[in-house]
């Protein structure tokens, strides 16, 4: 499973937040952001966007091949493959053509879904965040300090 730590606390460093509603290049660049961002998905039943975004950064940083085997059957599984228990929303030709080279994979096999799922991320989700309770909570917080 991939997993990003607990929930955003007083003590997280939250010296960026006022800089997450620059794009949303500056909420995934940082853990609190990711964080804050994944747990504003998780209560609009998105959250498997960024775990597979957060999944494929993590591969593209993989060095020998049995390990990038391993993991790419982990994230196939987990988000890409028909009834994926975190099954990511991408076009059938895009999950198609990752299917067909899942047996030899490569450090870009998810690329194109990922960019998939980061669009729709920076389109639909990063705006409703931007005016969320919880966003809008996080920068009253901050300013507090």
């Not at 730590?5 to 794009?23: A, F, I, K, N």
């Not at 964080?35 to 959250?47: N, P, T």
Request: proline share 4%; glycine share 2%; charged share 30%.
């Amino acid at each position: 499973m991939w997993k990003v730590p607990g929930r955003v606390s007083l003590t997280d460093p939250l010296e960026d937040v006022e800089t997450w509603s620059e794009s949303v290049d500056k909420v995934l660049s940082c853990k609190a952001g990711q964080i804050a961002f994944r747990e504003f998905l998780k209560s609009e039943y998105s959250e498997e966007n960024i775990l597979f975004w957060i999944a494929c950064e993590e591969y593209k940083k993989i060095k020998t091949t049995p390990e990038m085997i391993s993991s790419a059957n982990r994230i196939y599984s987990e988000f890409v493959q028909t009834e994926a228990p975190r099954q990511i929303n991408i076009d059938c030709g895009t999950r198609e053509n990752i299917t067909k080279n899942i047996s030899q994979p490569s450090l870009t096999s998810f690329d194109s879904a990922q960019k998939l799922v980061y669009s729709l991320m920076a389109r639909d989700c990063y705006p409703r965040f931007l005016k969320s309770h919880m966003y809008q909570g996080l920068l009253r917080r901050n300013d507090l300090r």
